[in-house]
């Protein structure tokens, strides 16, 4: 399975910005898509995750500013990230997990900065 994340970027506070990612190879119909990130010199921590039914959690920090969606025909995810401050700067990362095997994309850099 491999993943393949877009959407990044430099963005001042309180702006907008829209991730993707994109999963292919062997995929099954049960699933979960997870977006993670890592701030530098932090853990990676989950930020929300969707499953195929359409279950969502969000991390205390994003709920209410973040919405993750997906789009099972295109087996793509999204995270709408609205509001967004200086410390939701990191790495996003994209996860699938699917019988017990979890897969990551190359992660996506968002600055949050005046």
């Known amino acids: 399975v491999q993943l393949q994340a877009s959407g990044g970027g430099l963005v001042q506070p309180g702006g907008s910005l829209r991730l993707s990612c994109t999963a292919s190879g062997k995929i099954f119909s049960i699933n979960v898509m997870s977006w993670y990130r890592q701030a530098p010199g932090k853990q990676r921590d989950m930020v929300a995750t969707?499953?195929?039914?359409?279950?969502?959690n969000y991390s205390v920090a994003v709920k209410g500013r973040f919405t993750i969606s997906r789009d099972n025909a295109k087996t793509t995810i999204y995270l709408q990230m609205n509001s967004l401050k200086p410390e939701d700067t990191a790495v996003y990362y994209c996860?699938?997990?699917?019988?017990?095997?979890?897969?990551w994309g190359k992660g996506t850099q968002v600055t949050v900065s005046s």
């Open positions: 969707i499953t195929n039914t359409g279950m969502i």
């Open positions: 996860k699938r997990s699917q019988y017990g095997v979890d897969y």
